[in-house]
């Protein structure tokens, strides 16, 4: 049954990639041994490998995914020879890092043999010297025997590399009851790829406020992005900041509470990318936590609380797809 399923999830793949290239799609097997997997996905791997090699015009015979207790490894073979990869986790998404991988090892195979050096020409043989009587000379004393030990070749460190990505998106809070709406943007750089640093900015502004008042509320802080290799996908984020209550009262209004409010906040969040090519797109749920309840008071009457705990449901687009 297992050999029949995979023989569909293979015929499914060569119907489609039949429109692109008929003959080559039929050349390339490509096989997924993954008892954990679900077959969409199987499927889904299947297809995208071979779109990725008939795209960039990558030549293949098999490629063969299994999964072990080590991780995932990836199997090519083709003219040239065959090569054995386990894949690396460059992003929150196990799929697109099956495909890149399976990519660098064929791109690998496919790399020329480095040109062997032409052997040197023989030189030609000095014209005999006319005889005359040969003259015996004293051999030279031997020179001691030294022995000289190679220096150890340096070893240069890889340059570290920089990768920037750019995350935005609206979000939703609610506060003792009140709807809050709003949008929060920013940057993050990493040199590995399961630890990003950034900066964010970020407003709202509550749903459903009396008309005897505005309030909105702003935030900055710094973030830390961890995406680690085992958590299918999922990734956290932790920030801290500060964050601004702007009041706004309108006229024949007396307000008794501050017009801003300043606290301090610390935010963590769980989201779960889902790779769209370039980009990403990641919901998310978290909660802020503030120093301090802050209450809007207009004309002795408590009209606004922004309590000590928000929860907060979001969307976010990451551009480009993080690493």
């Keep these: ?44 791997v299947e297809a995208r490998i071979r779109t990725s090699f008939l795209t960039e015009g990558l030549e293949a015979s098999q490629v063969l995914v299994t999964c072990g207790a080590d ?29 890149a991988t399976a990519q660098d090892a064929l791109h690998e195979l496919a790399k020329p043999p480095s040109p062997e050096a032409p052997e040197p020409e ?8 006319p005889s005359a009587k040969p003259v015996v000379a004293a051999p030279a004393p031997a020179p001691p025997t030294r ?25 939703f809070e609610l ?32 749903l459903g406020e009396p008309e005897s008042f505005n309030a909105s509320e702003w935030n900055a802080s710094a973030r830390l992005q961890l995406a680690p290799a085992h958590a299918a996908g999922f990734q956290g984020e932790l920030g801290l900041g500060a964050s601004g209550l702007v009041t706004s009262p309108t006229a024949n209004v ?9 606290t301090a906040s610390f935010e963590a969040r769980v989201a779960r990318p889902f790779s ?27 009209r606004l609380v922004l309590p000590v705990l928000v929860p907060q449901a979001a969307l976010w687009l990451i551009v480009p797809r993080f690493p």
């Design 1 to 44: 049954m297992k050999l029949f399923a995979e023989w569909r999830r293979f015929r499914t793949a060569s119907l489609v990639l039949g429109v692109v290239s008929p003959a080559r799609a039929t050349e390339l097997q490509v096989a997924v041994a993954c008892p954990a997997w679900t077959s969409e996905a199987s499927a889904q």
């Design 71 to 99: 991780g995932t490894r990836v199997e090519v073979e083709a003219a040239s020879g065959s090569s054995v990869r386990l894949v690396e986790r460059r992003s929150g998404v196990l799929e697109d890092d099956v495909v």
């Design 122 to 129: 023989p030189e030609p043989e000095p014209a005999p010297a």
């Design 147 to 171: 022995t000289v030990l190679d220096a150890p070749a340096r070893v240069e460190p890889p340059p570290v590399k920089i990768a920037f990505h750019v995350q935005a998106g609206p979000l």
């Design 175 to 206: 506060w003792s009851g009140t709807g809050v709406v709003g949008a929060e943007a920013a940057v993050f750089a990493s040199t590995r790829r399961t630890l990003a640093l950034g900066l964010a900015l970020g407003g709202r502004a509550a």
């Design 254 to 262: 007396t307000a008794e509470s501050p017009t801003l409010i300043w």
């Design 276 to 302: 769209l090519g370039s980009f990403a797109l990641a919901p998310s749920l978290g909660v802020r936590v503030f120093s301090g309840r802050r209450d809007v008071r207009v004309n002795d009457q408590e």
